[in-house]
């Protein structure tokens, strides 16, 4: 994951705030954890790069720090729209 740079919203993106530093934002059953970029905490467990795009940001628990995933090519996780 990376920090997000000053002004970069996405238009239909959304902030997932964790509460509580022990537990991931995020579980899933894939391959990869998410981990913060200042602090190492793991803000989101066994995610495909598929589910974390820019649109999903998350806000550690421990330090405040609003992370974004890193730009990884990828398929699309659903269908486009006709």
Known sequence: MREVQTGEVPFDGGTAVQHDAERPVFSGNGA???VCVTC???LAAG???E??????RVR????RTVNISAEVPFAPA???RR
Do not use: E, L, Q, W
């Not at 589910?51 to 999903?56: E, I, L, P, S």
């Open 40 to 42: 190492g905490n793991v």
């Open 60 to 63: 550690c628990a421990r330090c």
């Open 47 to 49: 995610m495909d790069p």
């Open 32 to 34: 990869y954890d998410y």
């Open 78 to 80: 659903r269908r486009p």
């Open 51 to 56: 589910y974390m795009t820019r649109k999903v």
